[in-house]
């Protein structure tokens, strides 16, 4: 049975819609993600799970419970992280832990979330005295101090250095560990392949897919593209003629070859028939940024 089960989610602000019929189902104790690029829906779709706005349409259950009927019990077994900067600046880390720790009927124990997020050594820091890294960690701890069954982690490394990104999902791995059922919203394609075992794809305020990382992937046809740096000259019309090649493109000195199939041996073969040697070969696989293109027909990046 999911934990998590929204069915037909819209959500309009004016004339703006902003989820235009989100459904998917979250099973106990996965990592799913919610991916997609600025403005695609994804907060307005977490907070409508968290009971903090109203769908227009749709129905949401989460833990078994509405969230806009049961928003009181939902609280309790629910974690949020918080966004950046809504904490005083002058609160000690502790102090913020036994804080929110006396909302909840069972808490975690402050000082082991403070040593599973190395912050022991700043408990007595004041928030504004914190690095970006240790804000966040904070903003984890705070999202955990309930004991919740779900937690939502909403853009969790926006803003952080690669090394305390890279930190911060060894402890999502660790979290998800205890049991806890993680809802991670992003738009980095890095963090949702890292850490999700599925992903609901979000673009425009629908969903275009839902699957784990490899099978988004593996839902794009099996492109794949071929660098090398010819030891002599050899035409375009040398590999279009190929079946297997879709496209040849040049940049530098290097030739890019895009193709289904055989391509590696098809190109390899025509290339030692005029002995000619491919240096610096390398084969470039689809990658989950390729499978958001065919997808939504854009980069993530660049989407929004
Ligand atoms: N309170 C609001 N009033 C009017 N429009 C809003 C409101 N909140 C969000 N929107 C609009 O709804 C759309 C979806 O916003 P939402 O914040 O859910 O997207 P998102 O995917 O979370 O993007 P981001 O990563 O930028 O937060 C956007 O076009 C946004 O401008």
Redesign the pocket.
């Known amino acids: 049975m999911p934990i998590i089960e929204v069915s037909g989610l819209r959500?309009r602000?004016?004339d703006?819609l902003?989820?235009d019929g989100v459904s998917f189902s979250v099973e106990r104790g996965e990592i799913f993600g919610?991916l997609?690029?600025?403005?695609?829906?994804?907060?307005?779709?977490?907070?409508i799970l968290e009971g903090l706005r109203k769908p227009d349409e749709g129905t949401v259950s989460v833990l078994g419970l509405d969230p806009q009927r049961d928003t009181a019990e939902l609280r309790q077994r629910l974690g949020v992280q918080l966004q950046e900067s809504e904490l005083p600046e002058k609160l000690k880390v502790r102090e913020a832990l036994d804080l929110y720790a006396s909302f909840y009927r069972n808490p975690a124990d402050p000082e082991r979330l403070l040593a599973d997020l190395g912050l022991t050594d700043k408990r007595d820091t004041a928030y504004k005295k914190l690095s970006g890294g240790q804000k966040q960690r904070l903003s984890i701890a705070l999202a955990l101090i309930g004991s919740p069954e779900v937690a939502v982690l909403?853009?969790l490394t926006t803003g952080l250095d690669p090394q305390a990104r890279r930190d911060t999902w060894e402890l999502i791995d660790a979290i998800r560990a205890s049991g806890v059922t993680i809802v991670l919203?992003t738009?980095f394609m890095e963090e949702a392949e890292r850490l999700c075992d599925r992903i609901a794809v979000?673009d425009a305020?629908r969903v275009v897919a839902i699957d784990s990382p490899a099978g988004l992937v593996a839902g794009v046809d099996d492109e794949q593209r071929i660098r090398f740096r010819p030891s002599g000259a050899i035409e375009d019309a040398a590999f279009t003629v190929l079946p297997e090649v879709r496209h040849v493109d040049r940049q530098g000195g290097q030739v890019v070859i895009t193709g289904t199939g055989n391509v590696l041996h098809a190109v390899t073969s025509v290339l030692a028939r005029r002995q000619i040697i491919a240096g610096e070969l390398r084969v470039e696989q689809t990658t989950l940024d390729d499978a958001f293109v065919a997808l939504t027909g854009r980069k993530l990046e660049d989407a929004?």
């Open positions: 959500k602000y004016g703006k902003a989820v919610i997609g690029p600025n403005g695609a829906g994804k907060t307005t779709t977490v907070e909403d853009e919203v738009h979000i305020g929004g």
